[in-house]
Structure formats: structure tokens, C-alpha cells
């Protein structure tokens, strides 16, 4: 019987992954072995009454912030040890469907070059972008997240279908550019074969970085939208704060540097330049360390 292992990192509110757990808890599973592994990547949380109420979980302790890749990466390793067949990573401020793993193991069995699985992500209601445009009745149906697309020109990522309530115009599985670290469900043999999550990238384009290294080994990474969950979106950080100047700066050069063609990478190094003088004040800090190879957790500090 396959075993698929449940990742889950946590960070800050108690309330969102419990939540969470929750969900967790009512999944369904067919033909395969569930097991739920909790990260807590924060020193200053206590979780003993989640550790209480959810007995049957694994949790672990990273006793230092290391970052979303990073602090993955010590579930992951867990679960790999553990003899997972497959690795679930999950945001905690996510809610899923009770049939959400049952159907990703559906794909994954009848797909065996499919590296990695995506599955269709809901805005948690309430937590659009523009709460204002949606109607009561399609609270629940907007799109977070329907396949990953990459712009190589600029070195810039999207989601496919964002803000754009489900009408069925995506509901086709499809090979995409990226799954979202939110929900990323990874067969065993990628690990082995390309690693784990870059800890250079501490946090944001580490899944997108994951991705292209597992499509380099000739992995398939596929949107599966039959399997779906809400996503409280930004519920560890703020939207277009100081910490996403920083991280998504550093981490888009490091990421472009890599993986982008050569008059891709010519125009990145001129625009850090004009960015380096001109730009936010974490935007500055983010290409300076950039080019001082300062990866990690880097400069950052709240």
C-alpha cells in the first residue's frame, strides 16, 4: 500500500492552521496510507494544545526560523525517512477538500512521468484581492491559483486564471510551469533524483526553482483540477510588505540568473542597477545581497 506524507509548515496563527488540521482530519483516502506531519518553524509559538487535539499528527520543531524552503525541507525529510511515496507540502492557511488527496493519488497512479501534482486553488472566502466584484454565491469559487505560468522575457510569475470565479474554463489537467508551494504534491522520486527546496531561497520562486529543476530531469509537473482547496491568502505575511520587496527582489535574480536566456539575464542585470539606485528600500537591500551571495534569511529584519 502507497503512503503519501502531509507537510504542513507553521509559522504564526494558531487559529488558520487549526483550521487546517481540521480539514486534514476529514480527508478522504482510498488505497493508501495517510500521515500528517506539522513543522513548527517558530520559536516563539507554543503548539502543545494543537500537539493535544491532534495526537495522531507528527510534529516537529525547527527551534529556529528557517524559512519557508528550509522548513519544508524538514518535513520533507522526515517523510522520506518515514518511507512516504508521495510528499503533500501544504500551506497552513489552507482548507481542503475531503477528496483533494484521493483524487491527486488518482493522477499520480495513472500518470507515472507526472513528477509533480497541482492542484486547483480557491481564494478562502474573504480573502479575495477585490472582495468588492463577487457576489455572495461566488465567495468560495475564485481562482488563487489554476496552473503557473512564466513570463521568461521579464522573469516574472503569474497565476493562471487569478481573481477570475470558476466557470469550468479550467477544469482540463494540462502540463503548467510551476506548482504553487502552497499545495505541491511530489512523488518520491523527484526528491531523490534533484534534491530537495533551495534553502538560497529562504522564501517566494523556491517552488517555482523547484519546478524547473524536476522539469530539467524530464519530470511532469500537472495541473489536476479535480483536486481542489481555499487558500487564506498571505496569512503568514502582508501583501506588497517589506518582506515580499525583499525576498521576491533577491530571489528573482537569483532565480532569472539561473535559469533565464541570455538577453533575459543582460536586461536583469541592467534593471538591478537602475533598481539597486532608484528603487524601495528592501528592493535595494534584496539586490545588494544578491550580488553579495548573502542567501538564507539574508538582510531581512521586520
Known amino acids: 500500500m502507497k503512503k503519501i506524507t502531509i507537510v504542513i509548515l507553521h509559522f504564526i496563527n494558531q487559529k488558520l492552521t487549526l483550521g487546517c488540521l481540521e ?10 496510507k495517510l500521515q500528517t506531519i506539522v513543522v513548527n518553524n517558530n520559536p516563539k509559538e507554543n ?11 507528527v510534529f516537529l520543531d525547527t527551534g529556529i526560523n528557517l524559512g519557508f524552503a528550509e ?4 518535513g520533507i525529510r522526515k517523510a522520506l525517512q518515514d518511507g512516504a511515496d508521495y510528499v503533500f507540502v501544504v500551506n497552513n492557511d ?6 483533494l488527496v484521493v483524487q491527486l493519488f488518482k493522477v499520480a497512479s495513472l500518470n507515472n512521468e507526472s513528477g509533480i501534482l497541482a492542484p486547483k486553488i480557491y481564494f478562502a472566502p474573504g480573502y479575495e484581492y477585490h472582495k468588492e466584484r463577487y457576489k455572495e454565491n461566488e465567495r468560495g469559487k475564485v481562482f488563487w491559483y ?3 505560468i512564466i513570463d521568461w522575457h521579464n522573469v516574472l510569475v503569474s497565476h493562471r486564471g487569478a481573481d477570475e470565479v470558476d466557470g469550468g474554463q479550467y477544469n482540463k489537467e494540462t502540463e503548467t510551469d510551476f506548482a504553487s508551494g502552497c499545495a505541491i504534491f511530489v512523488r518520491r522520486e523527484v526528491f531523490e533524483k534533484i534534491g530537495l527546496f533551495d534553502k538560497r531561497y529562504f522564501l517566494y520562486l ?14 511532469g509537473v500537472i495541473y489536476t483540477p479535480k483536486a481542489k482547496l481555499w ?15 525583499y525576498y521576491l527582489t533577491r ?23 537602475k533598481l539597486f539606485f532608484t528603487g524601495r528600500q528592501w528592493q535595494k537591500a534584496g539586490i545588494r545581497d544578491f550580488y553579495l551571495r548573502k542567501f538564507g534569511k539574508g538582510s531581512y529584519e521586520d
Open 47 to 57: 503548539l502543545e494544545s494543537l500537539k493535544k487535539r491532534f495526537s495522531g499528527f
Open 94 to 99: 489552507t482548507v481542503l477538500d475531503k477528496n
Open 251 to 273: 530571489n528573482r535574480m537569483l532565480f532569472g540568473m539561473g535559469y533565464a536566456p541570455w538577453r533575459t539575464k543582460l536586461a536583469l542585470f541592467k534593471e538591478s542597477i
Open 23 to 32: 480539514s486534514v482530519k476529514k480527508l478522504q483516502t482510498a488505497s493508501f
Open 71 to 74: 522548513g519544508n525541507n524538514v
Open 231 to 245: 487558500h487564506a491568502n498571505a496569512g503568514s505575511s502582508v501583501v506588497g510588505g517589506s518582506l515580499q520587496d
Open 146 to 148: 489554476a496552473g503557473g
Open 206 to 219: 523556491e517552488d517555482v526553482e523547484f519546478c524547473q529543476r524536476a522539469k530539467k530531469a524530464r519530470f
